[in-house]
């Protein structure tokens, strides 16, 4: 049967958003508040009963102070093709994989969006070419990975930055193919009884960049991205048992350096129906581990996250998610505070806000001590 | 021979109505039921939920739902969100269990990542409506014990039937409810009214099925369910239309990737 491609169907929505930082930025480019909209429509399609789809999703951001913040991405682009025992997705998509919620270890298909969120779960499109097959002893995804995108960084006018900024000119590949080294990936999955359990594979560009301090062409410093090959193997598990979560995620990555290992463990344990109303807590903790100590480049190397869901159950879908993550052997904290909920019948109201204390001035990210923010984001959903 | 059968019936009638407890009585009726609600394979249906609170401001809620009958085991269900628009494309997996807890995954579309939730949270309101999550996953005759309590009519809203009153238990020590009385009606097996009692013993919500219509010339169901929340004052009206049944669904059709693309 011939279908107009017209007959599909547009959602998504279309934001504004407000950060307001406390502290005056170190680099006096950077401003104390910025303005942004945003814009995710969704076009989807199907035929054949819905055993062919097609997914468009464009996003656009503009920003009133960052040039590189203003950004455009296609999140997905894909036809997915399925039939009884296995799936076809052709395009640029989305992947995510694991299970804790502190840091996304395993997660390693998308690039991360990272002017989007510091938290990283924003995600650039990947065009792919994912085959997958469900079996009674488990699923098992194979995936192509032809073109690669650089992690996007906040520009010279940006806050929430390293001092000196990346450039995102500037970036350099380990394989002589660059861009254009074909990535692939494996994953078993599989879940029964309480468990939930991946095993994964990933050969090719690692998504996040090593950064080196180089000039550019007017002779400042700035960062400069390299992309090494990587083989990165990944476990993650979740145990569920009545209220409580029990994760594991873990990695061991071989790359230009020593294969060194990373993991993330930890619970989540809900409390069902608190002090006699509808609301539910969620107690969160776990432990980030990464061998290489204070060489790894990330805030998390040997630290403590502990975290509180506080889900109201209500109409208006109201939810509080707060969080710190100390490290064992300093006194160097975050807090982060996420909230939503509903406004009407279509609009939703996001609240972030996140605080930095007691990094050491010793460290390439201390001047986040002066980063502390609060983001207010109202989205319109159609 | 007919005075023989007349004669053995004369017999036994005492004999069994000695014989039957309440509780088999109840058992008995749940069975019932249930027998009556066997063999419908699978089905696709769309939900609205409509939310009142006390000063009777409304909010809507779509939804689809999908179900395939469990053979050994409870039924597979997905529902997948379509408004409120913020939460579309949300989708609820789940694996009912005749004995232990469900198991339940949820998929949040802006992340592309399936979670498995903790079944403690059965008791927990579903999208902040009236209805809790155990209320809506299905009701197997294993999740309850029963006791027959009396006979009853069924209500304004069934007007001329008459209903058995069955008292049942659940049996998963985190459901909210002590107990809940079921008034099913003795012409078809069907749930007329359910009463919930919150874990102190008290009324807390009452449920009243609305216009039955009856499928593959068996299967009844209620095109309009009213809960009402007798504590808060708080109703959800939950409307199901456009019933297909037997479409061809399978067991592929309700895992963790399935759930991904359920729309």
Redesign the interface.
């Known amino acids: 049967m011939v279908t107009p491609l017209l007959a599909g169907e547009w959602?998504g929505?279309v934001a504004i958003e407000a950060r307001f930082f406390q502290h005056d930025g170190l680099d006096r480019r950077q401003d104390n508040s910025n303005y942004s909209v945003s814009a995710l429509p969704e076009y989807?399609h199907?035929w054949n009963e819905?055993a062919d789809?097609f997914t468009f999703t464009p996003f656009i951001r503009i920003d009133s102070d960052d040039s590189e913040r203003s950004h455009a991405d296609i999140r997905e682009l894909k036809w997915?093709h399925?039939s009884?025992?296995w799936?076809l997705d052709l395009g640029i998509s989305?992947?995510?994989w694991?299970?804790t919620e502190s840091q996304h270890l395993v997660d390693i298909i998308n690039q991360t969006d990272l002017v989007e969120n510091l938290d990283g779960?924003d995600k650039l499109g990947q065009p792919m070419v994912k085959f997958?097959t469900?079996r009674d002893w488990g699923?098992v995804d194979l995936f192509l990975l032809p073109g690669f995108s650089e992690r996007t960084f906040p520009g010279k006018n940006g806050r929430l930055r390293s001092i000196p900024y990346v450039d995102t000119d500037l970036e350099s590949y380990e394989d002589s193919q660059e861009q254009d080294h074909i990535d692939w990936a494996a994953r078993w999955?599989h879940?029964f009884d309480i468990w939930?359990i991946g095993v994964s594979h990933f050969s090719g560009t690692g998504r996040d960049p090593i950064l080196s301090p180089t000039r550019d062409t007017n002779g400042n410093v700035v960062l400069a991205p390299f992309y090494e090959q990587i083989d990165q193997t990944g476990l993650d598990v979740?145990a569920?048992i009545?209220?409580?979560?029990l994760k594991l995620e873990l990695i061991s990555r071989n790359g230009i350096g020593q294969r060194y290992t990373a993991s993330t463990v930890g619970f989540?344990y809900?409390l069902?129906?608190l002090f006699e109303t509808?609301h539910?807590l969620g107690l969160l903790a776990e432990y980030l581990y990464d061998e290489r100590g204070r060489n790894a480049p990330g805030f998390f190397e040997d630290d403590l996250f502990l975290g509180a869901r506080w889900v109201w159950?209500?109409?208006?879908?109201t939810e509080f998610l707060a969080g710190v993550i100390q490290d064992s052997s300093s006194s160097e904290r975050t807090f982060r505070l996420e909230g939503s909920r509903?406004v009407g019948?279509?609009?939703?109201l996001n609240i972030e806000a996140q605080f930095f204390s007691n990094i050491p001035d010793s460290s390439s990210r201390a001047n986040f001590n002066q980063e502390d923010f609060v983001q207010v984001e109202l989205?319109w959903?159609? | 021979m007919r005075l023989n059968w007349i004669l053995i019936a004369a017999l036994l009638a005492p004999v069994l109505a000695i014989a039957e407890t309440p509780e088999e009585k109840g058992l008995a009726i749940a069975v019932e039921a249930d027998r009556r609600d066997t063999g419908w394979g699978d089905y696709t249906v769309n939900m609205t939920m409509t939310?009142f609170?006390k000063q009777g401001q409304s909010?809507?809620r779509n939804m689809k739902s999908r179900s395939l009958e469990g053979k050994d085991d409870g039924d597979k269900t997905i529902i997948v969100f379509n408004?409120?628009?913020?939460?579309?494309?949300t989708a609820l997996l789940t694996f009912t269990h005749k004995v232990g807890?469900d198991?339940q995954?949820l998929y949040l579309p802006a992340?592309?990542?399936?979670?498995?939730?903790?079944?403690?949270?059965k008791?927990?309101?579903f999208?902040?409506?009236e209805y809790a999550y155990e209320d809506l996953s299905s009701q197997e005759v294993e999740k309850y014990t029963y006791k027959y309590l009396k006979d009853d009519s069924c209500g304004e809203h069934a007007k001329g039937l008459s209903c058995f009153v069955n008292e049942r238990d659940p049996v998963d020590e985190?459901s909210?409810y002590t107990v809940q009385h079921v008034w099913v009606d003795k012409e078809e097996y069907r749930p007329q009214k359910i009463d919930f009692y919150d874990r102190k013993g008290t009324l807390l919500k009452s449920l009243t099925f609305y216009d039955y219509k009856q499928y593959l010339d068996q299967y009844w169901r209620a095109d309009r369910l009213m809960m009402i929340n007798h504590q808060t004052g708080k109703k959800t009206e939950l409307k199901w239309d456009g019933y297909n049944f037997r479409t061809g669904l399978?067991d592929?059709d309700f895992?963790?990737?399935s759930l991904k693309?359920a729309?």
């Open positions: 959602s929505n989807y199907e819905a789809s997915t399925v009884d025992s799936e989305k992947v995510f694991g299970v779960e997958s469900v699923t999955s879940s939930d979740q569920t009545d209220e409580w979560l989540e809900t069902v129906g509808p539910d159950n209500d109409a208006e879908n509903r019948q279509s609009t939703k989205a959903y159609f | 939310l609170n909010s809507e408004k409120p628009r913020d939460v579309k494309g807890s198991d995954w992340l592309k990542r399936v979670k498995r939730i903790a079944s403690r949270n008791s927990g309101p999208v902040g409506s985190f909210g399978k592929s895992n963790k990737n693309r729309k």
